[in-house]
Every structure is written in C-alpha cells, then in structure tokens.
C-alpha cells in the first residue's frame, strides 16, 4: 500500500503543507515501458526548441519526452499551444480529441502544466510587451475578468486533477508549475520589454498562478514539481542560467516561455518528485 507523506513546498513567503504519495513507493510502481501521458499547453509542449512535432508546438525534448526517456516509459504527449483546462477535459482543439481522452485506466504518470492560458498570463504578457514605459498597458486589459478567472482556478485545476484520476486510479499526476517569469520583487529588465507597473501586474499573476496549483494540490494526493519557486533567479532578468526567455529569445525557445534549458530543469524536477533522481 503507498504511504502518505508531508511535503514542505515553499509559495514565495508562505510554506504550504500537501499531502502526498511515498516518493520511494511511486518510483518504484513507474515499471519500463510503463504508460505516460503528458497533458498541459504551450509551457508543456516547447513551442520553438528542437525538434518540433506538428502543429501544435510540441518538442521532442520538452520537459516530459525527457523524463520518458529518463525513465525508459512510453510517452502519449498531447500537450498544444493554447491549450485551457476546457481543452483538456472536454474541448477539442482543432482536429485535436480533449486531452484526457488519451489517460485510461492503465496509464502510470500524467504531467500536466495548465491554467495560464485560463487567466490570461502569457497573452496579457505579449499583449504589454513593447510598448511604451511611461504606457501602463495593463489598465487596458479586462482586469475584472482575469480575476474572476483566477478565483475559479483552483476549483478548475482541482476538478481537472479528480477527472484524471477518475480515468487511471493508478496514476501518479504531477503538476508541474509555470516556471517563474518574474522575480520576487517584480523587478523589471530590458529583456522583459515591459514598464514597471506593468511588470508589478503580470509579476502578481504569475504567483497566483502558482498559489492555484498550491491550492489544488494541497487535499489531493498529488505532487508539485515547483518550477515557480526553485525557478528564482532563473527568469528572464537573470544574467545566466535562464530557464524562459524574455522578449528576445537568444537561443532555444519562444518569448516569455520555457528554454531548452527551462525544460531540462523542469524534467530534473518532475523526476525529484516521484523520488527517480
């Protein structure tokens, strides 16, 4: 039978206390060749590093082919560009089935980064990106509904999670967090592109995006590869060791979204959490 453990996950300040699975117990149940599903939208799939699989932004080295071959599983990857919580549960995308519909009663592991797109994060980022510093973009965008969207994320996400493991009750799921984007102190940097008050509004909504999948976890035997958290010092302001790009991308990757490098951190630390590393 798994154990129950206590896990310490720091939110910025705060420390949060989740229950989840024994990490030795569910390393052990990921048997070779054991089935994978990787569910999420474009933090997920790699939009822009090699190699691309079709239209939907996915990679064959984004953080969950990584662990796939880390850990010898058999990969289902239907991550996509855009992708809501609706495109996983019952929403197609284009030609695309609603994610779920690939998790069934033998799959092993689910990994899932979902939600930015519900609240708008990455599109109200690109949306402010470049315009003028003394331009406050963020007052123009729908503030009221963004906030309504993330009083219900975490209901969203939690109904999510229940809906997975209704699908494979053998499933270890984890929710791996949007890297974090901006620093703690909403600092911004020329490679943000952004004016200070617009990177004190996207800044906060980054850390609510990560307080909600805290929040959905937290009564749920579910485990959190941080990205958020251990990703400090790793963002676009940082002078090395980026894990997302800012507005010009240097290397691997597209804007304000995971590196190459952001999905070789992200599939180290889905792999700290079922214990594999």
Same mark, same amino acid.
């Given at each position: 039978m798994r154990k129950i453990i206590v896990s310490i996950v720091m939110c910025s300040s705060l420390f949060t206390v989740i229950a989840v699975f024994s990490r030795d117990s569910l390393a052990a149940e990921l048997k070779k060749s054991a089935n994978y599903v990787a569910l999420g939208s474009s933090f997920a799939a790699g939009p822009g590093i090699a190699s691309q699989l079709g239209y939907c932004g996915r990679s $064959?080295?984004?953080? !969950?082919?990584?662990?796939? &071959?880390?850990? /010898?599983?058999?990969? +289902? $990857?239907? +991550?996509?560009? /855009?992708? =809501?919580?609706?495109?996983?549960?019952?929403?197609?995308? /284009? &030609?695309?089935? @609603?994610?779920?519909? !690939?998790?069934? @009663? $033998?799959?092993?592991?689910? =990994?899932?980064?979902?939600? /930015?797109? &519900?609240?708008?994060? +990455?599109?109200?980022?690109?949306t402010c990106a470049g315009t003028a510093p003394n331009d406050h973009c963020s007052a123009n965008l729908d503030q009221a509904m963004i906030e309504e969207a993330l009083n219900q994320l975490p209901i969203k996400l939690g109904e999510m999670l229940d809906a997975i493991k209704a699908k494979a009750p053998q499933a270890s799921i984890v929710l791996v967090t949007y890297p974090r984007v901006f620093t703690q102190e909403a600092t911004p940097c020329s490679e943000l592109d952004l004016s200070a008050e617009d990177t004190v509004y996207l800044a906060a909504l980054g850390h609510k995006l990560e307080a909600a999948f805290v929040s959905a976890s937290s009564s749920r035997q579910t485990l959190i590869a941080d990205a958020y958290v251990l990703g400090e010092g790793h963002g676009p302001c940082a002078a090395t060791e980026r894990w997302v790009n800012g507005a010009n991308v240097a290397e691997t990757g597209i804007p304000f979204h995971p590196s190459a490098k952001g999905h070789i951190e992200m599939a180290r630390l889905v792999l700290a959490a079922l214990g594999s590393n």
């Amino acid at each position: 039978m798994r154990k129950i453990i206590v896990s310490i996950v720091m939110c910025s300040s705060l420390f949060t206390v989740i229950a989840v699975f024994s990490r030795d117990s569910l390393a052990a149940e990921l048997k070779k060749s054991a089935n994978y599903v990787a569910l999420g939208s474009s933090f997920a799939a790699g939009p822009g590093i090699a190699s691309q699989l079709g239209y939907c932004g996915r990679s $064959d080295n984004n953080y !969950s082919h990584l662990v796939a &071959d880390a850990l /010898g599983l058999k990969l +289902t $990857d239907v +991550t996509c560009n /855009g992708a =809501t919580i609706a495109n996983i549960l019952y929403t197609s995308q /284009g &030609d695309a089935a @609603p994610q779920i519909d !690939s998790v069934s @009663p $033998d799959t092993a592991l689910v =990994t899932v980064t979902i939600g /930015g797109n &519900d609240i708008r994060y +990455t599109s109200s980022t690109f949306t402010c990106a470049g315009t003028a510093p003394n331009d406050h973009c963020s007052a123009n965008l729908d503030q009221a509904m963004i906030e309504e969207a993330l009083n219900q994320l975490p209901i969203k996400l939690g109904e999510m999670l229940d809906a997975i493991k209704a699908k494979a009750p053998q499933a270890s799921i984890v929710l791996v967090t949007y890297p974090r984007v901006f620093t703690q102190e909403a600092t911004p940097c020329s490679e943000l592109d952004l004016s200070a008050e617009d990177t004190v509004y996207l800044a906060a909504l980054g850390h609510k995006l990560e307080a909600a999948f805290v929040s959905a976890s937290s009564s749920r035997q579910t485990l959190i590869a941080d990205a958020y958290v251990l990703g400090e010092g790793h963002g676009p302001c940082a002078a090395t060791e980026r894990w997302v790009n800012g507005a010009n991308v240097a290397e691997t990757g597209i804007p304000f979204h995971p590196s190459a490098k952001g999905h070789i951190e992200m599939a180290r630390l889905v792999l700290a959490a079922l214990g594999s590393n």
